[in-house]
């Protein structure tokens, strides 16, 4: 079936740095949504992207929609201890009323 | 700001036990959905349902049933629990699901079958 790639599995990092983050497909979809998830909680949505090309901002994050519609970027600026959870990255099956989602990138951050 | 609520935080049931989690979302959206997340699995799709009363099935919809009488409300009943159905249950609703949209999480149910 259709599949999400995302990359990196896992990141340790400083606090103050910034996170880069991917999504990638061999399917081309029309819409990326990009979640935090913290233990024990519900996925929280950070950014939708609908336009490939699109770079849209949430705060300290960024998301790309690729040019190619097959992949997505999530970028945190100045990372912060609170930045720690899996984010993951979502798109909608057309023709359908599925999402699928991506394996998640965990993130570790050390002050 | 938009909200999907869950009726239990953490649940521990017998094996056989009938339950019964509730979602209740205030955005008006037409479309809900019930997913269990395991490690390792992801998150799979058990129902969902695109209006009041209708329902499909999602990708593992053994073992389970849902109830949609209210637009804002989505059940979703375990008939007989069973330890393999010891999981992370999260709800969420999206406005437009057939043409693609946002879809909101609710904070989800640790439900533990003894």
């Known amino acids: 079936g259709q599949q999400l790639n995302q990359s990196p599995q896992s990141m340790f990092i400083q606090e103050g740095e910034d996170v880069s983050m991917n999504c990638t497909s061999s399917?081309?979809?029309?819409?990326w949504l990009w979640y935090k998830q913290d233990p024990g909680e519900g996925p929280v949505l950070l950014i939708a992207?609908?336009?490939?090309?699109e770079l849209t901002s949430n705060g300290r994050l960024t998301a790309q929609f690729g040019i190619t519609r097959k992949d997505s970027f999530l970028n945190i600026s100045a990372s912060i201890p609170s930045d720690v959870g899996i984010y993951f990255c979502?798109?909608?099956?057309?023709?359908?009323?599925?999402?699928?989602f991506g394996t998640g990138t965990r993130l570790k951050v050390l002050a | 700001d938009v909200k999907v609520t869950q009726s239990s935080r953490y649940l521990v049931k017998r094996t056989g036990e009938k339950v019964f989690l509730e979602c209740v979302q205030d955005?008006?959206?037409?479309?809900m959905f019930w997913y269990r997340q395991d490690p390792g699995l992801g998150l799979r799709l058990i129902y969902f349902s695109y209006d009041v009363k209708m329902k499909e099935k999602g990708d593992i919809p053994e073992g389970y049933s849902v109830s949609r009488e209210k637009k804002e409300r989505f059940s979703l009943i375990l008939e007989s629990a069973s330890t393999n159905q010891t999981s992370m249950y999260l709800c969420a609703s999206s406005r437009t699901v057939f043409s693609g949209g946002e879809q909101f999480f609710g904070p989800g149910t640790r439900l533990t079958v003894l």
């Open positions: 955005m008006d959206h037409e479309n």
């Open positions: 979502a798109v909608f099956r057309p023709g359908t009323y599925k999402y699928i």
């Open positions: 399917s081309i979809f029309n819409t």
């Open positions: 992207l609908y336009k490939a090309g």
